[in-house]
T-cell receptor, first 110, second 114 residues
């Protein structure tokens, strides 16, 4: 069974702080890892993808992957109220079907 | 920026009725998907479609479900006889290939079965 686990939160951080979101997955054969942002009632929006161990930075966002620990994280620097959303971790073994976690709800407090 | 377009945005149907959800994927994308999200739950894979045939499907995608790409642009999901538990947000997605890039999701169709 391919499982993707996330803390559901809610996670609250003050504006300007770093938000840290975590995800673990069950299958070591996983190839690709994704972070999506989902506002309430809206569709998931791709933030970043990563498939090599280490860090990948894109603006205020950094994805970190550790395949040995089966762990992927997302750091959001200088958090803004507009970052308040649910963040979905998704994992793919084949590049075709994605397995999503339940998401972590983030609130950035002004 | 190219978009995946879904219609309708909201559909209410009676139990037992057939519904067709429509999607227009991004024009140069080759892989097409349907996912659903029951309120408060995770996004779940239903089916993937490539080269005019289903490439993968989940246990959710039983005989009540079918997909079709009737022309060069539309991609449809049909539910033959809707059940109350089919009430969910249905997302269409597309991607250009099987590389590491993620999907682009459509805005979704909220299906309510009464």
């Amino acid at each position: 069974q391919k499982e993707v686990e996330q803390n559901s939160g809610p996670l609250s951080v003050p504006e300007g702080a770093i938000a840290s979101l975590n995800c673990t997955y069950s299958d070591r054969g996983s190839q690709s890892f994704f972070w999506y942002r989902q506002y309430s009632g809206k569709s998931p929006e791709l933030i970043m993808f990563i498939y090599s161990n280490g860090d990948k930075e894109d603006g205020r966002f950094t994805a970190q992957l550790n395949k040995a620990s089966q762990y992927v994280s997302l750091l959001i620097r200088d958090s803004q109220p507009s970052d308040s959303a649910t963040y979905l971790c998704a994992v793919s073994w084949t590049g075709n079907q994605f397995y999503f976690g339940t998401g972590t709800s983030l609130t950035v407090i002004p | 920026e190219p978009e995946v377009t879904q219609t309708p945005s909201h559909q209410v149907t009676q139990m037992g009725q057939e519904v067709i959800l429509r999607c227009v994927p991004i024009s140069n994308h080759l892989y097409f998907y349907w996912y659903r999200q029951i309120l408060g739950q995770k996004v779940e894979f239903l089916v993937s479609f490539y080269n005019n045939e289903i490439s993968e499907k989940s246990e959710i995608f039983d005989d009540q479900f079918s997909v079709e790409r009737p022309d060069g642009s539309n991609f449809t999901l049909k539910i033959r006889s809707t059940k109350l538990e089919d009430s969910a947000m249905y997302f269409c997605a597309s991607k250009i290939g099987l590389g590491g890039e993620g999907y682009t999701f459509g805005s979704g169709t909220r299906l309510t079965v009464v």
